[in-house]
């Protein structure tokens, strides 16, 4: 995922970084580090794949590819329940 899509992710479920810090488990200044950066945030695969499930577990879908048109977009409340199952 990349820095971007976090930031986005983020602003969709309006949560702050102490919201993704608390559902992730990653500390919130290692949180605001990864979204300046450009691209993929460098950093550890755990920590990148805890940010991503605790957002998906929000609700949020990832599409695309950090290469190839990012984006994220708020799963419906059905298609939400469908993924979860």
């Keep these: 995922i990349s820095s971007d899509q976090i930031r986005a992710a983020r602003a969709l479920l309006r949560w702050s970084a102490a919201d993704l810090s608390a559902a992730s488990g990653v500390g919130t200044a290692t949180l605001q580090?990864?979204?300046?950066?450009?691209?993929?945030?460098?950093g550890q695969v755990r920590t990148l794949m805890a940010i991503k499930e605790a957002?998906?577990?929000a609700g949020v879908e990832f599409i695309g590819t950090p290469e190839d048109h990012p984006g994220v977009r708020l799963l419906?409340?059905?298609?939400?329940?469908?993924?979860?199952?």
């Excluded at 580090?33 to 460098?42: A, D």
């Design 33 to 42: 580090r990864m979204e300046v950066m450009i691209g993929v945030p460098s």
């Design 76 to 85: 419906t409340k059905r298609a939400y329940q469908l993924q979860t199952k």
């Design 55 to 57: 957002l998906e577990s």
